[in-house]
């Protein structure tokens, strides 16, 4: 494997693709980015700061003021871990919300690329193959089917003692998959050399297999 070597994964909400790139940095030695925590940390923000979610100026205006940081695995908003609040699904929702903005994309675009250091990167998100980092040496786009992205997400809730509905989940998930799609600026879309992986009735070891597979070949 070359060094420094940049592996980009992007793919709809719960394909997988975060636990997948973690482990995959882990086993590499490379470092990680969670975009989408990126725009939570915005959205969890601009919902304490009660700002305007369909105002760009504004949110290109808090994006300046505040601080955002990731330590360990944790994420801080001006220095408070906020790890387990940015999880919320409110916050998933209004994170899909401000990531309509082409400003506010703008602004974040140096700071991921900040993280591609040192031995290399693996970074996920929606448009990491496609506009982050268009030379990535390997692009993945990570899918799953609506029924089975719907199965973990509920797996995970129930086991957390939350009491959430199949149905209510499916919904959501079908709704953030068309805001993520249809959106005008950097939509969730395969970029063209990116290598396509089903992760339906794989395990996340057999789908970080699969994509250890493609390095060294
Ligand atoms: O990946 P996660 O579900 O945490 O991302 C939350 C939201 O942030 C996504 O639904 C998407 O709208 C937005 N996002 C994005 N571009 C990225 C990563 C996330 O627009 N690279």
Redesign the pocket.
């Given at each position: 494997m070359k060094k420094p070597y940049l592996i980009a994964i992007?793919g709809?909400?719960?394909s997988g693709?975060?636990t997948v790139a973690k482990l995959l940095s882990k086993k590499l030695n490379l470092n990680y980015l969670?975009?989408?925590?990126?725009?939570?940390l915005i959205?969890l923000s601009a919902m304490e700061k009660k700002v305007d979610l369909d105002d760009e100026k504004d949110l290109v205006y808090l994006i300046r003021q505040v601080n955002i940081n990731f330590i360990d695995g944790q994420s801080f908003l001006n220095n408070v871990d906020v790890s387990q609040k940015?999880?919320h699904e409110v916050?998933?929702?209004n994170?899909?919300?401000?990531?309509?903005h082409l400003k506010l994309?703008k602004e974040i675009l140096t700071f991921?690329r900040k993280f591609f250091q040192g031995n290399g990167l693996v970074a996920?998100?929606?448009?990491?193959t496609t506009?982050?980092f268009p030379n990535a040496d390997l692009k993945i786009y990570l899918d799953a089917s609506v029924k089975e992205r719907a199965k973990r997400r509920y797996k995970q809730l129930i086991t957390k003692g939350k009491d959430v509905s199949i149905h209510s989940l499916t919904e959501d998930i079908t709704a953030?998959d068309r805001?993520?799609r249809e959106?005008i600026h950097?939509p969730?879309s395969i970029a063209s050399d990116a290598f396509v992986l089903n992760s339906d009735g794989l395990s996340i070891d057999q789908t970080v297999y699969k994509i250890l597979k493609l390095i060294t070949k």
């Open positions: 992007d709809p909400a719960g693709k975060g969670d975009s989408g925590a990126i725009y939570r959205a940015i999880r916050v998933g929702v994170a899909s919300i401000i990531a309509k994309r991921q996920e998100g929606r448009d990491m506009v982050v953030r805001l993520d959106r950097s969730l």
